[in-house]
C-alpha cells in the first residue's frame, strides 16, 4: 500500500457571506459593537438634534449605513497591516442579496463623502479608517475610552450585540426598522423604558413621523418590541378622559438587561489573569 503524506488534506468550501462575517465578528473579543450617541442624536443644546442616522435615511443610503456599522464592529479585527480587501468586503456585505466589488468602492466613496471613513491606496490594497460618528472628520477612537483619555466622549455611547449580524436582522430589517432600532438602543441603554410620539421624531432624530411609524412596524413584526400603554389624567382634557402614553422597550437579543450582561462579560475577560489563572 502506497503513503500517501498528504492524507486527509482536503479543500475547504469558500465561505457564504453569513459565515465569513460571522467568523470575523468570533474574533472580536466582546459580542457587542459600541456606537457613540452623536451618530444618532446630537447633544442637547445643539440647534438641530438631528445626526448622522439621519442623513442615511433621508438619503436612502441603506448599504451605506450596513457598511459603517459593520466597520464599527469589526474595528478590533482590522488594522492598517491587515486591511480586508475590497472583496471580502463585498463578500460579507452580502448577507441579504450580491454585492460587487465595485458597489463595495462606491459605498465607502459615500461614507467618505459624509465623513465617516477615510480611504488611503497602499499598493494594491486599500484601508478603510472610520472618523467620528458625527460626520465631523475628527479621527475616530474606540468608544467608551475615560474622558481623560479621549476628549469626544462626552455623549456617551450605546452598544448594538452581535446578534444584529449573525441573526439576520440586518438583513430582514429594512431602513425604517434599522433606524428605529438605533434609536431605541441608543435612548435604552441606561433603562429600558422609552417613549416617542412619532410625531416628535423630526425634530428629537431628523426622521419622519411616517419613517418612525414603519420602524415600530418592522421591529414589532420581528418580535422584538414590548409595549405598555399609560392611561394618565390631564386637567386639559374632557371629563372622564384619559391620555394614552405609549412606553417601548426592547426585547432580547437587545433588551436593556442582555446588552449590560455582554458589557459584564466584556469587562470580566478583560481583566482576567491571562494563562486561566
Known amino acids: 500500500m502506497t503513503y500517501d503524506p498528504f492524507a486527509g488534506l482536503e479543500d475547504d468550501t469558500p465561505p457564504s457571506p453569513l459565515e465569513a462575517l460571522t467568523s470575523l465578528l468570533s474574533s472580536v473579543k466582546r459580542e457587542y459593537c459600541p456606537v457613540r450617541n452623536s451618530f444618532v442624536q446630537r447633544p442637547q ?3 438641530d438634534r438631528s445626526s ?11 448599504r451605506a449605513l450596513d457598511a459603517i456599522l459593520t466597520t464599527y ?4 479585527v482590522l488594522s492598517e497591516d491587515d486591511p480586508l480587501p475590497l472583496g471580502a468586503w463585498a463578500n460579507i456585505l ?4 450580491p454585492c460587487e466589488i465595485t ?21 494594491n490594497k486599500t484601508i478603510i479608517t472610520p472618523l467620528l460618528e458625527d460626520g465631523s472628520g475628527q479621527t475616530w477612537s474606540k468608544p467608551g475610552l475615560l474622558q481623560a483619555e479621549s476628549p469626544n466622549e462626552s455623549d456617551g455611547y450605546f452598544t448594538i450585540p452581535h446578534e444584529y449580524w449573525t441573526k439576520g436582522y440586518i438583513d430582514r430589517l429594512r431602513l425604517p426598522g434599522k433606524a428605529m ?4 438602543l ?4 441606561g433603562r429600558p423604558p422609552f417613549e416617542m410620539a412619532v410625531e416628535r421624531a423630526q425634530r428629537w432624530y ?27 389624567a390631564s386637567p386639559r382634557l374632557p371629563k372622564g378622559v384619559l391620555r394614552e402614553r405609549y412606553f417601548r422597550a426592547l426585547r432580547d437579543p437587545f433588551s436593556t438587561v442582555r446588552r449590560r450582561e455582554l458589557q459584564l462579560e466584556a469587562r470580566k475577560q478583560s481583566t482576567a489573569p491571562k494563562g486561566g489563572k
Open 45 to 47: 443644546g445643539s440647534a
Open 52 to 62: 448622522t442616522l439621519a442623513l442615511f435615511v433621508r438619503n436612502r443610503q441603506e
Open 73 to 76: 464592529a469589526l474595528q478590533p
Open 94 to 97: 452580502s448577507t441579504r442579496k
Open 103 to 123: 458597489t463595495v468602492s462606491k459605498t465607502f466613496r459615500v461614507l467618505e463623502e459624509m465623513k465617516l471613513v477615510t480611504r488611503d491606496r497602499r499598493g
Open 181 to 184: 432600532l438605533l434609536i431605541m
Open 186 to 189: 441608543k435612548e435604552t441603554q
Open 206 to 232: 431628523g426622521i419622519s413621523e411616517r419613517t418612525a411609524e414603519r420602524g415600530y412596524a418592522e421591529l414589532n413584526t420581528e418580535g422584538l418590541l414590548d409595549i405598555h400603554i399609560q392611561r394618565q
